[in-house]
C-alpha cells in the first residue's frame, strides 16, 4: 500500500471552489444568459424584453435586473477583462510588448472556446445590427482599456494614466472592437486568432505598402 504524499511545506494551498450561495449565482446568471440567446434567435433582438427572459428562466424581472442592469448587459462575457489583465501580469518582466500582447490576446481566445461559438457570433452580429449592444460593448471594451493602463503602468514603470499608456492600451482596445465588427460583418468567414494577430501588426507597423 503506498503511503498519500505530504505537499512540501511551499506548496500553494488548493484554492477552495464557490460555495453553495455562489454556486447559485452562477447557475442563475447562467439561466439568464442563455434564456436571452435562446429568445434573440427565436424573435429577435427588440422582441426580447426583460420579462420575456424572467419567464423563459424562471426567474422575476427584478432577479434578472438585478443581476444585469439592462439587457446590453447579459450579452457581456463574464470575468473577461480580469483574467486577460491576469495573463498579461504572468508574463515575464523582460519580454517585448509585442510578444506579450501577442500572447495575451491568443489566451484570451483561448478563454472564450468553452463558450458556445454560436453565442460569440450571435453576440458580434449584435454588435453590428443594434447601436445599443454596439455602445455596450465599446464601453466594456474601454473598462478594460483602463485596467491594462495600469497593467502596462506596473510593468513598465509609467504612470498609468500617461499619455503613452493611454494610447497604447487604447488603440489596442479600439483594434479589437474592429476585429469584432469585421469578423461579423463578413460572416464570421474568417479565423478570429487571425484576424488578431493581422491586427497586432497593422498596430506594431502600421499599413503595408500597396493594396492587399
Do not use: N
Not at 519580454?95 to 450571435?122: F, K, N
Not at 455596450?136 to 483602463?146: F, H, I, L, Q, V
Not at 483594434?175 to 491586427?199: F, I, K, N
Request: glycine share 8%; aromatic share 4%; proline share 8%.
Amino acid at each position: 500500500m503506498t503511503a498519500a504524499r505530504t505537499p512540501p511545506p511551499d506548496a500553494p494551498a488548493a484554492r477552495p471552489g464557490p460555495g453553495l450561495r455562489e454556486r447559485k449565482k452562477i447557475r442563475t446568471r447562467t439561466a439568464i444568459r442563455e434564456a436571452t440567446y435562446r429568445l434573440i434567435r427565436e424573435q429577435g433582438y427588440d422582441a426580447t424584453t426583460i420579462e420575456r427572459i424572467a419567464e423563459r428562466a424562471e426567474v422575476s424581472p427584478s432577479t434578472v435586473l438585478r443581476y444585469f442592469p439592462a439587457k446590453e448587459d447579459i450579452l457581456l462575457p463574464d470575468d473577461y477583462a480580469p483574467l486577460l489583465v491576469a495573463e498579461l501580469r504572468a508574463r515575464p518582466a523582460g519580454e517585448p510588448w509585442r510578444d506579450s500582447l501577442r500572447h495575451v490576446l491568443r489566451a484570451g481566445i483561448a478563454l472564450g472556446a468553452p463558450e458556445d461559438p454560436e453565442a460569440a457570433r450571435l453576440r458580434t452580429r449584435l454588435m453590428v445590427e443594434v447601436p445599443a449592444v454596439r455602445t455596450r460593448m465599446t464601453e466594456s471594451m474601454a473598462d478594460t482599456g483602463r485596467l491594462l493602463c495600469r497593467t502596462i503602468g506596473e510593468r513598465t514603470g509609467r504612470t498609468p494614466d500617461g499619455f503613452e499608456v493611454r494610447v497604447l492600451a487604447m488603440s489596442l482596445m479600439s483594434g479589437l472592437t474592429e476585429v469584432s465588427l469585421y469578423w461579423a460583418e463578413h460572416g464570421h468567414e474568417d479565423d478570429l486568432g487571425v484576424l488578431v494577430d493581422r491586427a497586432l501588426d497593422i498596430l506594431e507597423r502600421g499599413l503595408a505598402p500597396g493594396k492587399p
